[in-house]
């Protein structure tokens, strides 16, 4: 089964690669970005979502979701940061995030958040369930 083409948007190696194996492990295909700048460049194949952290070198995650949104794009975001500040929250949820965890995150709710959004996106749903058309 193909759950969907996430990307992950994160300067921190480490993180970015350790989250990718767990994404790959949950079934899911991970594309790993070290900037915004270079996801934009891929930004219009079809993703199913895309974590981006905070704070990156350049383009920050909330200016990326700030963009994606200004294109109308369609696409989910789950915005991810190590520091905690209410107003970053508050500014990643009026802009529509789909979720907004702090490191460290649970595998299991990041999982979890994906295999909904794969269950209810009809272009990795298609063919998997005898009523979905």
């Known amino acids: 089964m193909h759950a969907g083409l996430v990307a992950i948007v994160e300067d921190d190696a480490i993180a970015r690669?350790?989250?990718?194996?767990?994404?790959?492990?949950?079934?899911?295909?991970?594309?790993?970005?070290?900037?915004a700048e270079k996801f934009m460049a891929e930004r219009h194949r079809e993703w199913l979502c895309v974590?981006?952290?905070?704070?990156?070198?350049?383009?920050?995650?909330l200016d990326l979701q700030k963009t994606l949104q200004s294109e109308a794009s369609p696409v989910p975001i789950i915005v991810i940061t190590g520091h905690r500040a209410d107003a970053v929250r508050e500014r990643a949820e009026q802009?529509?995030?789909?979720?907004?965890?702090?490191?460290?995150?649970?595998?299991?709710t990041i999982l979890t958040l994906l295999d909904t959004l794969?269950?209810?996106?009809?272009?990795y749903t298609k063919g998997q369930d005898p009523n979905v058309q």
């Open 95 to 108: 802009a529509g995030c789909l979720a907004f965890l702090s490191k460290p995150f649970s595998g299991t």
């Open 17 to 35: 690669n350790a989250l990718g194996r767990l994404l790959n492990a949950g079934g899911f295909e991970p594309a790993l970005f070290d900037s």
């Open 51 to 61: 974590i981006a952290d905070v704070q990156l070198t350049g383009m920050s995650g």
């Open 118 to 123: 794969s269950r209810q996106n009809p272009i």
